[in-house]
């Protein structure tokens, strides 16, 4: 029998630790001869902690929000009594969750313990290498990456055969193979998910990678704030290496190739290839122009490739299953899966794997069964702060890179923030708006300045400033910064606000012209009333930070609006619900 | 500048590097490791002071200018030294929709310092980042600490007020 305990970000963050430690010191007292295991992330945040005992014929029962508190009961009545502990196990219909996906990059996550080589071995692992170094030529991987139809899904969506063979045909014996692991998309979590939970994966695809285009050094660029998932590599590495998987001669040929890891500072905009090249070389990250193309002048000049996380976990299937197998899966033009990072007002939030295609609704409603609390559906904001939200109107739209383009927000890294009707839209385009002007390298005016000045438009209409115009000057710099910008961070920045005009353009004009926000966010344009609930319990009042509540015990009180700053500490204190928000 | 001699007069708060100096055995020589080298010396003395970005840049002959262009360039380095624990209050699109504006009010007001602020006590400080990846449990923070990194997830008012006032009773 054995113990095992989900250990990505998220569930460490539920207390996966504890839970982990109870169970060897119950184990350990009870004299138990059971291993207690650690595996990544599953991609069901939403009932972290996860634990999952495998009893000795390889049967899995899963348990699942498990706090140190009931470890007791499983260890009682599971690990001594052999009976499944019911109350704690998944049910039925959250198994549905990970039923209804197809999972090929999150193949092994939360199956295999990350740290130990010999369990991706066991399930395969490494073959796919092996095939490719003894037997297959450059041009044969190459076409077998053609043949699946696998584009680049950290955003632009790019053929990645087309990259691969781009960097092979550039002359040149140093070449090298980067990956892009600075996963800097607010709201994606799917490369951490599988640095984390299968980092054997990523050092296999990024070797048939090199094998491919004729590199012998690869360089993985981590974000700094993924400890865990740079330790995991680091031993996945060491193991690898090992074993002969990485360094010279692998598998007995004359192909050698090796990895490193070098940890990224934190600058979104080291997404785009020539920043994250000049950030590898130890400089500011900022972009330069194209071409030359990385693929045949990038690091050091030479020769190299870049991909994510996620399209190199794709390539050892594809290797082992074939190309067809994948081009099997998804659209006519976006092939096989991907991996949506679910979060915001959902129920179910965590990583959703789904062929290309799949609607919106299946999606978000079907695996992450709607919105929490069942309030109102009000838009998905996909694609980063480069893409854009999409309205419940567009809630059939198949998800996929020609289809999500068309509404005006992209596929990107897959982030997918589900927004309910109490999500103000104009202050999520402020948000992005924050977001893209503090990442703006600097190098183009329109970048540096123009995001500037639509965030000061946006913050004004926020706090109730707005004025007539603001709306068609938004539009107007929105295009500028788009023409004027050299790289994808500017010639996508107004994308945010452009889709949420596009589609909420009332919420735009309730803000400036009634000075409302419908959405009841944005403080500044609240009014809070007090309304017959009021017991005139007197706690409001005395919380009120400026004095402008008045009333007698046991009387209705009264705000004064003259004197209210809107900051809400009143609606917070109140147990009756007599404070109305408008 | 940092003074070398260890009999020295002139008053200057002279500053030990030898902490730092395996590192740029290591790394000084080696093309593009000016990013490795800051990360590494940020975590020794916990942020990059103009000492050590004239002492990097005596040791790898890039001029200090541009090293400091690259300690301002990126969001991790700090110029500033920290408190004990550093708060890095998630601002990801999820915990923005979840109320992450909240939850930075709430350690405004329990510890008040303002975003890049340390506590007068040397305890605390707050950083805003991007996004630490856990959006499904929005909204998180992280509290760094020699101890290692503790991530807090699904945050109320309440619950952030009671982790750093566990924190505290623990410094008291």
Redesign the interface.
Known sequence: MKVVVGQG??G???GAKKTAAEFEKQIKEKGLNIVVDKTGCIGT??L?PIVDVYDDNGNLTRYVKVQPEIVADIVEKHLVGGQVAKEHEISDVDKTFIGKQKRIVLRNCGLINPENIEEYITIGGYEATKKVVTSMTQDDVINEIKVSGLRGRGGAGFPTWFKWNAAKSNPGKEKYMVCNAD???????MD?SVLEGDPHSLIEGMTIGGFAMGATEGVIYVR????LAIHRLEIAMAQAREKGFLGKNLFGTDFSFDLRI???????VCGEETALIA???????MPRLKPPFPAQKGF?QKPTNINNVETFANVPWIIANGGEAFGSLGTDKSKGTKVF?????IKK??LVEVPMGLPLKDVIFGIGDGIKKDKAFKAV?MG?PSGGCIPASLIDTPVDYENITKTGAIVGSG?M?V?DET?CMVD?AR??LD?TRK?S?GKCNYCRVGTKRMLEILERITSGEGKDGDIELLEELAQKIKDGSMCGLGQTAPNPVLTTIKYFRNEYEDHIYKKKCTAHSCKPLLTFTISDACKGCTLCSKRCPVGAIKGEVKQKHVIDQNVCIKCGKCE?TCKFGAIIRD | MTCKTSDCQCGCNKVDFTELAPVMEKYAKT??????I??KAQDIYGFLSMEAINYIAEQTGIKPAKIY??AT?????RLKPIGKYLI?LC????????GADMIEEAVCEELNISDGETTADGIFTLNN??????????P?MMIKSVAG?E???NLT?DSVKKALNEIRQKEA
């Open positions: 970000s998220c460490v963050a539920t945040c939403y972290e996963e800097g998309d607010p709201g994606a979590f951490r700094a704030e993924y400890p070098k940890a990224g500072a934190g600058a979104f950030s590898l070389e130890g400089e500011r990250g050091w990072a679910l979060a915001g007002k939030g965590g904001q980063g982030g923030i927004m999500t999520m948000y992005f977001f990442e390298c917070e | 093309p593009g490791s000016l990013i490795t800051l990360q262009g690259v360039f990126y969001s991790q380095f890095m601002k990801g699109t999820a915990c923005h929709v979840n980042v991007a996004c630490l990846g856990c959006c499904s449990l929005a998180v990194d991530t807090y997830g008012k």
